[in-house]
């Protein structure tokens, strides 16, 4: 459909453009290094695109990570909390400020109304279902986990992406 597409992504970068390149037929496929464990990586590509003055119509967050063992990002969280979670908040936010997520154009149902809102989608989990209570005390707080202890502590993090889009969309 003529769409430009950047792909923020850790590994395999040229082989992913160019095979998304090959099966969408996309004007463009830009792939764009990302690492939503370490937070510095987010500022980096969200500097660079500021740079570039790309706008984003569509952004899809779409990382989910699920060790077998509790990790800490670059900056100390708990891997899982960092990358389902946070690090997304951080990029809308950082993309938002840096005016990267306004598309410019007016809604074709109102041409003299106000600019069209970005859409954003939070790819999430089932898993987030059966949480328990939230417990706002230890919010962010390094948790140490093994094997299935895991899967609790990634449907946490989906509760938190899913309740964070909520709000997000709601504002």
């Known amino acids: 459909r003529g769409a430009r597409l950047l792909l923020a992504c850790r590994s395999g970068l040229e082989d992913i453009a160019r095979d998304v390149q090959r099966r969408s037929g996309a004007r463009e496929v830009r792939a764009l290094q990302l690492d939503l464990a370490d937070f510095q990586s987010v500022e980096t590509l969200c500097e660079e695109l500021a740079h570039s003055q790309t706008q984003i119509h569509v952004l899809v967050l779409n990382a989910g990570v699920v060790p077998l063992q509790a990790r800490p990002t670059a900056q100390g969280f708990e891997l899982m909390f960092g990358v389902n979670y946070l690090a997304n908040v951080l990029l809308v936010r950082r993309l938002g400020e840096l005016g990267l997520l306004e598309t410019g154009g007016q809604g074709e149902d109102a041409p003299d109304g106000p600019k069209r809102r970005p859409r954003i989608i939070a790819v999430s989990s089932e ?35 899913n309740t964070w889009a909520v709000e997000l969309a709601r504002k």
């Open 127 to 161: 898993s987030h279902r059966g949480q328990g209570p939230f417990d706002a005390e230890r919010f962010g707080e390094f948790q140490s986990y093994g094997g299935m202890g895991g899967m609790k502590v990634y449907g946490q993090t989906k509760y938190l992406l």
